[in-house]
Protein backbone atom coordinates (compact mmCIF):
# COMPACT_ATOMS: atom_id res chain seq x y z
CA UNK A 1 0.00 0.00 0.00
CA UNK A 2 2.45 2.54 1.03
CA UNK A 3 4.27 1.82 -2.85
CA UNK A 4 1.11 2.52 -4.56
CA UNK A 5 0.44 5.93 -2.11
CA UNK A 6 3.95 7.04 -3.46
CA UNK A 7 3.01 6.24 -6.76
CA UNK A 8 -0.76 8.44 -6.76
CA UNK A 9 1.17 11.29 -5.24
CA UNK A 10 4.06 11.14 -7.34
CA UNK A 11 1.48 11.02 -10.50
CA UNK A 12 -1.16 13.46 -8.85
CA UNK A 13 1.62 16.17 -8.66
CA UNK A 14 3.04 15.84 -12.04
CA UNK A 15 0.68 17.85 -14.26
CA UNK A 16 1.38 20.97 -11.65
CA UNK A 17 5.44 20.65 -11.90
CA UNK A 18 5.91 19.72 -15.72
CA UNK A 19 6.83 23.54 -16.95
CA UNK A 20 6.28 23.14 -20.63
CA UNK A 21 5.38 19.91 -23.45
CA UNK A 22 8.50 21.51 -25.12
CA UNK A 23 11.11 19.53 -23.03
CA UNK A 24 13.63 16.15 -23.37
CA UNK A 25 14.30 14.24 -20.45
CA UNK A 26 18.00 14.37 -19.03
CA UNK A 27 19.59 12.14 -16.60
CA UNK A 28 22.80 12.93 -15.21
CA UNK A 29 24.22 10.32 -12.44
CA UNK A 30 26.62 11.94 -10.58
CA UNK A 31 29.79 9.49 -9.27
CA UNK A 32 31.21 10.62 -5.91
CA UNK A 33 33.15 8.08 -4.69
CA UNK A 34 36.00 9.41 -6.23
CA UNK A 35 37.25 12.91 -7.81
CA UNK A 36 38.92 12.47 -11.31
CA UNK A 37 40.95 15.72 -11.14
CA UNK A 38 41.47 18.75 -8.80
CA UNK A 39 41.58 22.69 -9.65
CA UNK A 40 43.08 25.01 -6.92
CA UNK A 41 41.43 27.47 -4.71
CA UNK A 42 42.43 30.02 -7.09
CA UNK A 43 40.79 28.51 -10.76
CA UNK A 44 39.05 31.67 -11.61
CA UNK A 45 41.77 34.34 -13.19
CA UNK A 46 41.45 37.01 -15.18
CA UNK A 47 43.94 39.01 -16.94
CA UNK A 48 45.39 42.52 -16.48
CA UNK A 49 46.84 43.46 -20.34
CA UNK A 50 49.33 46.10 -21.57
CA UNK A 51 47.57 47.23 -24.44
CA UNK A 52 47.74 51.12 -24.89
CA UNK A 53 44.26 52.93 -26.31
CA UNK A 54 45.98 52.92 -29.73
CA UNK A 55 45.19 48.63 -30.01
CA UNK A 56 42.66 48.35 -32.61
CA UNK A 57 40.94 45.43 -34.59
CA UNK A 58 38.49 46.22 -37.60
CA UNK A 59 37.99 49.79 -37.08
CA UNK A 60 37.01 49.63 -33.23
CA UNK A 61 40.15 50.74 -30.57
CA UNK A 62 37.96 48.85 -27.55
CA UNK A 63 41.27 49.15 -25.12
CA UNK A 64 40.93 52.50 -23.82
CA UNK A 65 42.22 53.38 -20.26
CA UNK A 66 42.39 49.54 -19.12
CA UNK A 67 46.01 48.55 -19.45
CA UNK A 68 48.59 48.53 -16.71
CA UNK A 69 50.09 52.10 -17.18
CA UNK A 70 47.17 53.90 -17.66
CA UNK A 71 44.24 52.11 -15.66
CA UNK A 72 42.45 53.88 -12.96
CA UNK A 73 43.15 51.95 -9.93
CA UNK A 74 41.77 54.08 -7.76
CA UNK A 75 37.89 53.47 -9.57
CA UNK A 76 35.90 52.73 -6.40
CA UNK A 77 34.32 49.31 -8.56
CA UNK A 78 37.71 47.84 -9.59
CA UNK A 79 38.32 47.32 -5.86
CA UNK A 80 35.23 45.84 -5.08
CA UNK A 81 34.82 43.66 -8.31
CA UNK A 82 38.16 41.60 -7.34
CA UNK A 83 37.30 41.68 -3.44
CA UNK A 84 33.81 39.44 -4.20
CA UNK A 85 36.12 36.88 -5.20
CA UNK A 86 37.69 37.18 -2.02
CA UNK A 87 40.33 36.03 -3.31
CA UNK A 88 40.66 36.56 -7.44
CA UNK A 89 43.74 35.37 -9.05
CA UNK A 90 44.82 38.17 -11.92
CA UNK A 91 47.40 37.63 -14.38
CA UNK A 92 49.46 40.44 -15.64
CA UNK A 93 51.11 39.92 -18.95
CA UNK A 94 49.76 40.10 -22.70
CA UNK A 95 51.19 40.41 -26.16
CA UNK A 96 53.19 43.60 -25.21
CA UNK A 97 54.89 41.99 -22.73
CA UNK A 98 57.86 40.65 -23.86
CA UNK A 99 58.54 44.58 -24.89
CA UNK A 100 57.92 45.80 -21.17
CA UNK A 101 61.27 46.66 -19.45
CA UNK A 102 61.53 47.72 -15.76
CA UNK A 103 62.16 51.48 -14.22
CA UNK A 104 64.87 50.37 -12.00
CA UNK A 105 67.66 52.25 -11.08
CA UNK A 106 70.21 50.44 -13.64
CA UNK A 107 67.84 50.83 -16.90
CA UNK A 108 70.51 52.97 -18.39
CA UNK A 109 66.97 54.39 -20.64
CA UNK A 110 64.31 56.45 -20.24
CA UNK A 111 61.09 55.10 -18.69
CA UNK A 112 58.39 55.66 -21.22
CA UNK A 113 55.30 53.85 -22.46
CA UNK A 114 54.72 52.00 -25.44
CA UNK A 115 53.87 53.99 -28.77
CA UNK A 116 52.83 53.44 -32.27
CA UNK A 117 55.93 52.04 -33.89
CA UNK A 118 55.54 50.43 -37.43
CA UNK A 119 58.99 48.42 -36.91
CA UNK A 120 58.07 47.08 -33.47
CA UNK A 121 56.25 43.75 -32.58
CA UNK A 122 52.45 44.18 -32.93
CA UNK A 123 53.22 47.67 -33.82
CA UNK A 124 54.72 48.92 -30.84
CA UNK A 125 57.52 50.47 -29.41
CA UNK A 126 59.17 48.83 -25.95
CA UNK A 127 57.64 50.09 -23.12
CA UNK A 128 58.51 50.58 -19.51
CA UNK A 129 56.41 50.61 -16.23
CA UNK A 130 57.67 52.67 -13.72
CA UNK A 131 58.15 51.90 -9.78
CA UNK A 132 55.73 54.10 -8.52
CA UNK A 133 53.19 52.89 -11.26
CA UNK A 134 54.36 49.37 -9.87
CA UNK A 135 54.06 50.02 -6.23
CA UNK A 136 50.21 51.62 -7.26
CA UNK A 137 48.99 48.41 -8.34
CA UNK A 138 50.33 46.21 -5.50
CA UNK A 139 48.50 48.78 -3.38
CA UNK A 140 45.00 47.45 -4.88
CA UNK A 141 46.63 44.31 -5.50
CA UNK A 142 46.96 44.12 -1.07
CA UNK A 143 43.97 45.68 0.02
CA UNK A 144 41.64 43.67 -2.26
CA UNK A 145 43.04 40.45 -1.29
CA UNK A 146 44.40 39.64 -5.11
CA UNK A 147 46.50 36.68 -5.83
CA UNK A 148 49.20 38.04 -8.20
CA UNK A 149 50.68 35.85 -11.12
CA UNK A 150 53.17 38.07 -13.09
CA UNK A 151 54.50 37.69 -16.58
CA UNK A 152 57.80 38.63 -17.63
CA UNK A 153 59.35 40.08 -20.72
CA UNK A 154 61.47 36.17 -22.14
CA UNK A 155 62.64 37.99 -25.79
CA UNK A 156 65.11 40.49 -23.52
CA UNK A 157 68.51 40.27 -24.74
CA UNK A 158 67.73 38.04 -27.88
CA UNK A 159 68.18 38.72 -31.86
CA UNK A 160 66.00 38.22 -34.55
CA UNK A 161 67.60 35.66 -36.63
CA UNK A 162 65.11 35.54 -39.64
CA UNK A 163 61.45 36.26 -39.67
CA UNK A 164 59.16 35.51 -36.61
CA UNK A 165 62.89 33.73 -34.96
CA UNK A 166 64.85 34.78 -31.94
CA UNK A 167 67.78 33.33 -31.17
CA UNK A 168 70.09 34.01 -28.05
CA UNK A 169 70.31 33.65 -24.59
CA UNK A 170 67.86 35.55 -22.43
CA UNK A 171 69.32 38.77 -20.76
CA UNK A 172 67.79 38.46 -16.85
CA UNK A 173 69.20 41.47 -15.69
CA UNK A 174 66.64 43.89 -15.63
CA UNK A 175 63.69 40.94 -14.39
CA UNK A 176 65.95 39.93 -11.98
CA UNK A 177 66.59 43.67 -10.37
CA UNK A 178 62.82 44.18 -10.86
CA UNK A 179 62.30 40.91 -8.98
CA UNK A 180 64.48 42.07 -6.52
CA UNK A 181 62.15 45.39 -6.10
CA UNK A 182 59.31 43.85 -5.68
CA UNK A 183 60.59 41.09 -2.92
CA UNK A 184 62.47 44.16 -1.06
CA UNK A 185 59.23 45.80 -0.85
CA UNK A 186 57.29 42.59 0.21
CA UNK A 187 54.80 42.42 -2.63
CA UNK A 188 53.40 38.79 -2.63
CA UNK A 189 53.62 37.53 -5.66
CA UNK A 190 51.91 34.56 -5.93
CA UNK A 191 54.23 32.84 -9.31
CA UNK A 192 56.29 35.08 -12.25
CA UNK A 193 55.35 33.38 -15.99
CA UNK A 194 58.12 33.60 -18.90
CA UNK A 195 57.22 34.55 -21.68
CA UNK A 196 53.89 35.32 -23.65
CA UNK A 197 53.20 33.03 -27.22
CA UNK A 198 56.63 32.94 -27.76
CA UNK A 199 56.23 29.03 -27.75
CA UNK A 200 55.91 27.04 -31.21
CA UNK A 201 55.85 28.76 -34.08
CA UNK A 202 54.82 31.74 -31.83
CA UNK A 203 52.83 35.27 -32.43
CA UNK A 204 54.71 37.62 -33.66
CA UNK A 205 57.68 35.92 -32.13
CA UNK A 206 59.45 32.62 -30.95
CA UNK A 207 62.35 31.28 -29.44
CA UNK A 208 63.24 27.29 -29.46
CA UNK A 209 62.11 24.83 -26.79
CA UNK A 210 65.77 24.18 -25.85
CA UNK A 211 67.09 27.53 -25.47
CA UNK A 212 63.93 28.60 -23.11
CA UNK A 213 64.02 25.53 -21.55
CA UNK A 214 67.82 26.92 -19.97
CA UNK A 215 66.54 29.99 -19.26
CA UNK A 216 63.71 28.67 -17.33
CA UNK A 217 66.35 27.23 -15.38
CA UNK A 218 68.09 30.67 -14.72
CA UNK A 219 64.70 32.25 -13.65
CA UNK A 220 64.23 29.12 -11.20
CA UNK A 221 67.76 30.15 -10.13
CA UNK A 222 66.97 33.74 -9.79
CA UNK A 223 63.89 33.18 -7.59
CA UNK A 224 65.90 30.67 -5.35
CA UNK A 225 68.40 33.41 -5.08
CA UNK A 226 66.13 36.06 -4.13
CA UNK A 227 63.05 33.86 -1.78
CA UNK A 228 65.89 31.98 0.50
CA UNK A 229 64.58 29.64 2.37
CA UNK A 230 61.41 31.07 3.00
CA UNK A 231 58.27 30.24 0.76
CA UNK A 232 58.76 30.60 -2.84
CA UNK A 233 56.17 31.69 -5.82
CA UNK A 234 55.94 29.22 -8.67
CA UNK A 235 57.61 29.37 -12.10
CA UNK A 236 55.30 29.17 -15.04
CA UNK A 237 55.90 29.02 -18.91
CA UNK A 238 55.75 29.45 -21.87
CA UNK A 239 51.95 31.61 -21.88
CA UNK A 240 51.35 30.14 -25.30
CA UNK A 241 49.39 28.37 -27.66
CA UNK A 242 49.81 24.53 -27.32
CA UNK A 243 52.21 22.39 -29.19
CA UNK A 244 52.75 19.11 -28.11
CA UNK A 245 56.52 18.89 -29.30
CA UNK A 246 57.55 22.09 -27.89
CA UNK A 247 55.85 21.72 -24.99
CA UNK A 248 57.25 18.16 -24.08
CA UNK A 249 61.17 19.62 -25.46
CA UNK A 250 60.51 22.73 -22.56
CA UNK A 251 59.87 19.72 -19.32
CA UNK A 252 62.46 17.67 -21.09
CA UNK A 253 65.42 20.28 -21.11
CA UNK A 254 64.22 22.72 -18.22
CA UNK A 255 64.34 19.20 -15.64
CA UNK A 256 62.72 18.39 -12.37
CA UNK A 257 60.65 20.76 -10.42
CA UNK A 258 61.46 23.88 -12.63
CA UNK A 259 58.29 24.54 -14.19
CA UNK A 260 56.05 24.37 -11.65
CA UNK A 261 52.87 25.01 -14.18
CA UNK A 262 52.45 25.61 -17.91
CA UNK A 263 50.04 28.19 -19.01
CA UNK A 264 48.43 27.46 -22.52
CA UNK A 265 46.22 29.91 -24.04
CA UNK A 266 43.03 29.57 -25.97
CA UNK A 267 40.71 31.23 -28.48
CA UNK A 268 39.03 28.48 -29.90
CA UNK A 269 35.76 30.98 -31.62
CA UNK A 270 37.77 33.02 -34.00
CA UNK A 271 38.64 36.08 -34.92
CA UNK A 272 36.48 38.75 -32.59
CA UNK A 273 35.17 39.81 -36.74
CA UNK A 274 33.68 36.07 -37.63
CA UNK A 275 29.81 36.16 -37.99
CA UNK A 276 29.91 32.42 -37.02
CA UNK A 277 31.10 33.49 -32.93
CA UNK A 278 27.80 32.78 -31.96
CA UNK A 279 26.69 29.87 -33.48
CA UNK A 280 29.61 28.25 -32.25
CA UNK A 281 28.79 29.07 -28.87
CA UNK A 282 25.45 27.11 -29.02
CA UNK A 283 27.28 24.04 -31.18
CA UNK A 284 27.80 21.45 -28.80
CA UNK A 285 30.25 19.65 -31.18
CA UNK A 286 32.36 23.09 -31.88
CA UNK A 287 32.81 23.23 -28.17
CA UNK A 288 33.65 19.63 -27.78
CA UNK A 289 36.80 19.82 -29.91
CA UNK A 290 39.06 21.72 -27.12
CA UNK A 291 38.87 18.79 -25.15
CA UNK A 292 41.25 17.45 -27.23
CA UNK A 293 44.01 20.00 -26.60
CA UNK A 294 43.64 19.64 -22.50
CA UNK A 295 43.21 16.28 -23.02
CA UNK A 296 46.51 16.19 -24.73
CA UNK A 297 48.39 18.89 -22.54
CA UNK A 298 47.43 16.75 -19.54
CA UNK A 299 49.29 13.25 -21.33
CA UNK A 300 52.30 15.67 -21.80
CA UNK A 301 52.33 16.52 -18.58
CA UNK A 302 52.14 12.98 -17.52
CA UNK A 303 54.67 12.02 -19.66
CA UNK A 304 57.52 14.67 -19.49
CA UNK A 305 56.99 16.80 -16.20
CA UNK A 306 54.58 15.01 -13.69
CA UNK A 307 55.75 17.68 -10.89
CA UNK A 308 54.19 20.42 -13.36
CA UNK A 309 50.58 21.30 -13.99
CA UNK A 310 48.24 22.47 -16.73
CA UNK A 311 46.99 26.07 -16.14
CA UNK A 312 45.50 28.09 -19.26
CA UNK A 313 47.05 31.11 -18.62
CA UNK A 314 44.68 33.25 -21.18
CA UNK A 315 41.66 32.52 -22.80
CA UNK A 316 39.43 34.88 -24.36
CA UNK A 317 37.06 33.13 -26.78
CA UNK A 318 37.44 35.39 -29.77
CA UNK A 319 40.85 36.63 -30.18
CA UNK A 320 41.59 40.48 -31.26
CA UNK A 321 39.88 42.10 -28.64
CA UNK A 322 36.80 39.28 -28.50
CA UNK A 323 33.75 39.88 -30.33
CA UNK A 324 32.06 43.79 -30.50
CA UNK A 325 28.44 42.00 -30.56
CA UNK A 326 29.15 38.62 -28.43
CA UNK A 327 31.91 38.74 -25.50
CA UNK A 328 30.41 41.13 -23.41
CA UNK A 329 26.67 39.88 -23.40
CA UNK A 330 25.18 36.56 -21.61
CA UNK A 331 25.61 34.86 -24.55
CA UNK A 332 29.39 34.31 -23.85
CA UNK A 333 28.54 32.37 -20.75
CA UNK A 334 27.76 29.44 -22.69
CA UNK A 335 31.23 29.25 -24.11
CA UNK A 336 32.88 30.73 -20.89
CA UNK A 337 31.28 28.11 -18.38
CA UNK A 338 31.23 25.45 -20.82
CA UNK A 339 34.99 25.82 -20.88
CA UNK A 340 35.87 26.12 -17.03
CA UNK A 341 33.59 23.13 -16.61
CA UNK A 342 35.71 21.13 -19.81
CA UNK A 343 39.20 22.39 -18.83
CA UNK A 344 38.38 21.45 -15.01
CA UNK A 345 37.98 17.87 -16.01
CA UNK A 346 41.50 17.58 -17.30
CA UNK A 347 43.05 18.86 -13.61
CA UNK A 348 43.23 22.28 -15.24
CA UNK A 349 44.36 23.91 -12.00
CA UNK A 350 44.11 27.86 -12.87
CA UNK A 351 41.96 29.46 -15.45
CA UNK A 352 42.90 33.06 -16.90
CA UNK A 353 39.87 34.64 -18.54
CA UNK A 354 41.48 37.48 -20.88
CA UNK A 355 40.44 40.47 -19.26
CA UNK A 356 39.41 41.68 -16.38
CA UNK A 357 38.83 44.94 -17.93
CA UNK A 358 40.01 45.96 -21.88
CA UNK A 359 38.74 45.01 -25.14
CA UNK A 360 35.17 43.46 -25.71
CA UNK A 361 36.09 40.52 -23.70
CA UNK A 362 36.33 42.18 -20.21
CA UNK A 363 34.71 40.98 -17.45
CA UNK A 364 33.76 44.89 -16.46
CA UNK A 365 32.87 47.23 -18.44
CA UNK A 366 36.29 49.56 -20.57
CA UNK A 367 34.51 52.69 -19.70
CA UNK A 368 32.22 52.10 -16.41
CA UNK A 369 33.78 49.58 -14.74
CA UNK A 370 30.15 47.97 -14.70
CA UNK A 371 30.31 44.10 -14.61
CA UNK A 372 29.42 42.01 -17.68
CA UNK A 373 27.31 39.14 -17.10
CA UNK A 374 30.22 36.76 -17.63
CA UNK A 375 31.73 38.70 -14.40
CA UNK A 376 28.71 36.78 -12.28
CA UNK A 377 29.32 33.49 -13.97
CA UNK A 378 32.48 33.55 -12.78
CA UNK A 379 31.78 34.45 -9.11
CA UNK A 380 29.31 32.40 -8.61
CA UNK A 381 31.54 29.48 -10.19
CA UNK A 382 33.90 30.24 -7.89
CA UNK A 383 31.92 30.51 -4.99
CA UNK A 384 29.96 27.41 -5.32
CA UNK A 385 31.85 25.07 -7.28
CA UNK A 386 34.38 23.44 -4.90
CA UNK A 387 38.27 22.20 -6.20
CA UNK A 388 37.19 18.40 -6.45
CA UNK A 389 35.92 17.55 -9.89
CA UNK A 390 33.54 14.81 -10.05
CA UNK A 391 32.58 11.90 -13.00
CA UNK A 392 29.31 11.62 -14.72
CA UNK A 393 27.10 9.99 -16.86
CA UNK A 394 24.66 12.25 -19.06
CA UNK A 395 21.84 10.36 -20.97
CA UNK A 396 19.50 12.75 -23.39
CA UNK A 397 20.09 15.86 -24.91
CA UNK A 398 23.55 16.79 -26.41
CA UNK A 399 22.34 20.14 -25.91
CA UNK A 400 22.63 20.22 -22.10
CA UNK A 401 26.13 20.22 -21.19
CA UNK A 402 26.79 19.06 -17.31
CA UNK A 403 29.82 19.51 -14.99
CA UNK A 404 29.56 18.09 -11.23
CA UNK A 405 32.44 18.93 -8.86
CA UNK A 406 32.06 18.75 -4.90
CA UNK A 407 30.52 22.05 -3.22
CA UNK A 408 32.85 24.55 -2.41
CA UNK A 409 30.95 26.23 0.94
CA UNK A 410 27.78 23.74 2.04
CA UNK A 411 29.65 20.64 1.07
CA UNK A 412 27.83 18.18 -0.77
CA UNK A 413 27.88 18.68 -4.64
CA UNK A 414 27.47 21.73 -7.09
CA UNK A 415 26.24 20.69 -10.24
CA UNK A 416 26.61 23.28 -13.57
CA UNK A 417 23.78 22.43 -16.20
CA UNK A 418 23.87 24.79 -19.54
CA UNK A 419 21.09 24.37 -22.01
CA UNK A 420 22.25 25.14 -25.30
CA UNK A 421 19.54 24.73 -27.40
CA UNK A 422 17.36 27.34 -28.44
CA UNK A 423 14.02 25.61 -28.09
CA UNK A 424 14.12 22.47 -26.17
CA UNK A 425 14.12 22.76 -22.40
CA UNK A 426 15.86 19.97 -20.47
CA UNK A 427 13.98 17.84 -17.63
CA UNK A 428 16.64 17.17 -15.20
CA UNK A 429 16.69 14.22 -12.80
CA UNK A 430 20.40 13.95 -11.23
CA UNK A 431 21.19 10.22 -9.54
CA UNK A 432 23.77 9.26 -7.27
CA UNK A 433 25.99 6.64 -8.45
CA UNK A 434 25.04 4.60 -5.49
CA UNK A 435 21.51 4.23 -7.28
CA UNK A 436 22.85 3.26 -10.43
CA UNK A 437 21.60 -0.18 -10.13
CA UNK A 438 17.96 1.61 -11.11
CA UNK A 439 19.21 2.13 -14.25
CA UNK A 440 19.11 -0.70 -16.81
CA UNK A 441 22.14 -2.35 -17.51
CA UNK A 442 25.14 -0.35 -18.38
CA UNK A 443 25.39 3.29 -18.21
CA UNK A 444 21.85 4.78 -18.94
CA UNK A 445 19.20 3.51 -20.88
CA UNK A 446 15.92 3.75 -21.68
CA UNK A 447 13.41 3.42 -18.52
CA UNK A 448 9.62 2.66 -18.41
CA UNK A 449 6.93 5.24 -18.93
CA UNK A 450 6.49 4.84 -14.80
CA UNK A 451 9.82 4.94 -13.73
CA UNK A 452 10.45 8.14 -16.37
CA UNK A 453 7.27 9.88 -14.29
CA UNK A 454 9.15 9.11 -10.93
CA UNK A 455 12.64 10.28 -12.03
CA UNK A 456 11.23 13.59 -13.53
CA UNK A 457 9.76 14.43 -9.63
CA UNK A 458 12.44 12.85 -7.31
CA UNK A 459 16.04 13.43 -7.34
CA UNK A 460 18.28 10.68 -6.18
CA UNK A 461 21.15 12.03 -3.37
CA UNK A 462 22.18 9.72 -1.79
CA UNK A 463 20.93 5.51 -0.68
CA UNK A 464 17.98 6.20 -0.74
CA UNK A 465 15.21 8.77 -2.26
CA UNK A 466 14.95 12.25 -0.38
CA UNK A 467 12.15 12.21 2.31
CA UNK A 468 10.90 15.60 0.94
CA UNK A 469 12.51 17.41 3.49
CA UNK A 470 16.06 17.94 1.96
CA UNK A 471 16.65 21.35 -0.20
CA UNK A 472 18.70 22.34 -3.02
CA UNK A 473 19.79 25.55 -4.26
CA UNK A 474 19.10 26.55 -7.24
CA UNK A 475 21.06 29.29 -9.16
CA UNK A 476 19.11 30.38 -13.24
CA UNK A 477 20.94 32.97 -15.55
CA UNK A 478 19.11 33.61 -18.08
CA UNK A 479 19.20 37.10 -20.56
CA UNK A 480 16.75 40.35 -19.79
CA UNK A 481 14.00 40.26 -22.15
CA UNK A 482 15.08 36.69 -23.05
CA UNK A 483 17.80 38.37 -25.79
CA UNK A 484 20.81 36.00 -25.73
CA UNK A 485 23.19 39.25 -26.53
CA UNK A 486 21.49 41.24 -23.82
CA UNK A 487 23.91 43.04 -21.64
CA UNK A 488 22.22 42.37 -18.71
CA UNK A 489 21.59 38.62 -16.90
CA UNK A 490 19.20 37.47 -14.80
CA UNK A 491 19.77 35.68 -11.41
CA UNK A 492 16.40 33.55 -10.58
CA UNK A 493 14.69 36.51 -13.15
CA UNK A 494 15.90 39.36 -11.10
CA UNK A 495 18.26 41.79 -13.10
CA UNK A 496 22.04 41.31 -11.24
CA UNK A 497 22.71 44.97 -11.24
CA UNK A 498 25.04 47.28 -9.12
CA UNK A 499 22.78 48.05 -5.79
CA UNK A 500 22.16 51.70 -5.07
CA UNK A 501 25.70 52.11 -3.14
CA UNK A 502 27.26 50.77 -6.26
CA UNK A 503 28.10 47.31 -4.92
CA UNK A 504 28.31 44.12 -6.24
CA UNK A 505 24.68 42.48 -5.44
CA UNK A 506 24.29 39.33 -3.59
CA UNK A 507 23.82 36.42 -5.42
CA UNK A 508 20.69 34.74 -3.50
CA UNK A 509 19.36 31.20 -4.71
CA UNK A 510 15.81 29.85 -4.50
CA UNK A 511 15.54 26.73 -2.30
CA UNK A 512 13.93 23.85 -3.80
CA UNK A 513 12.92 20.87 -2.07
CA UNK A 514 15.46 17.93 -4.03
CA UNK A 515 11.96 16.32 -4.39
CA UNK A 516 11.04 17.97 -7.26
CA UNK A 517 12.55 18.66 -11.27
CA UNK A 518 15.35 20.42 -12.22
CA UNK A 519 14.01 22.80 -15.20
CA UNK A 520 16.57 24.28 -17.32
CA UNK A 521 14.99 26.27 -19.84
CA UNK A 522 15.97 27.24 -23.53
CA UNK A 523 19.25 29.47 -23.52
CA UNK A 524 19.65 29.02 -19.64
CA UNK A 525 22.23 28.62 -17.26
CA UNK A 526 21.85 26.69 -13.84
CA UNK A 527 23.87 26.07 -11.14
CA UNK A 528 22.42 23.92 -8.61
CA UNK A 529 23.66 22.60 -5.18
CA UNK A 530 23.08 19.93 -3.01
CA UNK A 531 24.47 20.37 0.47
CA UNK A 532 22.99 16.52 1.67
CA UNK A 533 24.62 14.74 -1.60
CA UNK A 534 26.34 11.57 -0.44
CA UNK A 535 29.39 11.48 -1.88
CA UNK A 536 32.54 10.55 -0.64
CA UNK A 537 35.05 11.87 -1.79
CA UNK A 538 33.96 15.51 -1.18
CA UNK A 539 33.79 14.34 2.33
CA UNK A 540 38.12 13.79 2.70
Not at 40 to 69: H, R
Request: net charge negative.
Amino acid sequence: MRLWFLLLLLIACLPTLILSEDYSDVTVIVRGSETIAATSDEFICATVDWWPPEKCNYDQCPWGKASVLNMDLTHPLLAKAIQAFSPLRIRVGGSLQDQVVYGTPNLGSPCRPFTKASSGLFGFSQGCITMERWDAMNDLFVNTGAVITFGLNALQGRKQIRKGVWGGAWNSSNAQEFMEYTVSMNYPIDSWEFGNELSGSGIGASVGAEQYGKDMVELQNIVNQLYGNSWKPLVLAPGGFYDRQWFAQLLDVSGPNVLQGMTHHIYNLGAGNDPRVANRILDPQYLNKVSDTFRDLQLTIQRHGPWSAPWVGEAGGAYNSGSRTVSNTFLNSFWYLDQLGQSAKYDTKVYCRQTLIGGNYGLLDTDTFVPNPDYYSALLWHRLMGNGVLSIDLGGSSYLRAYAHCGKQKGGVALLLINLSRNMGSMVSVRNDLNVGLAQGQGITRDSSLVRGIKRTVSWVGSKASDGMQKREEYHLTAQDGNPLAGTMLLNGAPLELTEDGDIPPLYPVEVSVSSPIYVAPLSIAFVVFPDFEADACQR
